[in-house]
């Protein structure tokens, strides 16, 4: 299982990193395709994965990112309000078809799943983009180890007993602290190539608050496999489960990190 495991997360580190930092259409195709496999996988758990509501959630994802491929982002509220009424006209002229649960699943998933995701590739876009989208794996996957080796030594206190008894709120604050000193340290390395003022405090600052939004991303996944009494959302990646059970984190992370740096950085 360990072996299994390692292996996977290798060759997801590798593509994760070859992606971002090859960016643009590269980038673009790699989030389409995690969007609609994530949207699949929540689908799934209740049944309409392969329905036509099922399919109209992936079409509305997939011209959503190409939307802002062509930068027609000012169009995007006026998207989602037609999203939502041809999901209720499919509701109401295909009833009793659908349950509202269904329908609503759908909607929050295009949320939850598409647009959050839609970030990472919003993130790389900006000014030093190149740079700045590492602080969303930073928030996630760095706060993450830190949090989990925190909680390790010297956890004692649980921070949520019934949804992740294994989690502690001593591993929380480590998780809070080590991503905001390694977004310190990555800051310092890279000053001279960042056209930012004092980008050592900006990153540590995003590092910290994205560390936060990315354990209530994690836990906020838990609850939703607790609900429908499952462990992961798929088999997808050996070891770890779905799409949506290795980007639990990254999916909140990502707009924490692009709305933080347009804040900040001047």
Request: aromatic share 12%; net charge positive; with cysteine.
């Amino acid at each position: 299982m360990f072996k299994e495991r390692l292996i996977s997360s290798v060759i997801l580190l590798a593509i994760t990193i070859f992606t971002v930092i090859m960016g643009g259409n590269i980038l673009f195709a790699a989030i389409l395709v995690i969007s609609v496999i994530g949207l699949h996988e929540l689908y799934k758990i209740v049944g309409i994965h392969n329905k036509l509501i099922g399919y109209i959630g992936y079409l509305v994802s997939i011209i959503f990112d190409t939307m802002l491929l062509l930068h027609l982002e000012e169009y995007s509220f006026a998207y989602i309000i037609g999203f939502l009424m041809i999901l209720m006209g499919v509701y109401v002229f295909s009833f009793p078809e659908y349950h509202t649960d269904q329908i609503t699943l759908i909607f929050f998933g295009f949320f939850y799943v598409s647009i959050m995701l839609s970030y990472i590739y919003q993130v790389r876009m900006l000014r030093d983009g190149a740079i700045l989208v590492w602080l969303i794996f930073i928030g996630a996957w760095g706060s993450d180890t830190c949090a989990y080796c925190v909680g390790m030594l010297i956890g004692k206190h649980k921070m949520s007993p019934k949804l992740s008894p294994k989690k502690s709120i001593e591993g929380a604050i480590g998780g809070i602290l080590g991503a905001a000193l390694i977004g310190g340290i990555y800051g310092t390395i890279l000053n001279s190539y960042l056209n930012i003022a004092n980008p050592q405090i900006i990153f540590a600052i995003i590092g910290g608050c994205a560390s936060i939004i990315s354990q209530i991303g994690d836990l906020a996944a838990s609850a939703i496999k607790r609900d429908h009494n499952i462990k992961d959302y798929s088999k997808l990646i050996p070891g770890h489960g779905g799409i949506l059970d290795r980007f639990d984190s990254i999916i909140f992370t990502a707009p924490i990190v692009y709305y933080l740096a347009k804040l900040l950085i001047k």
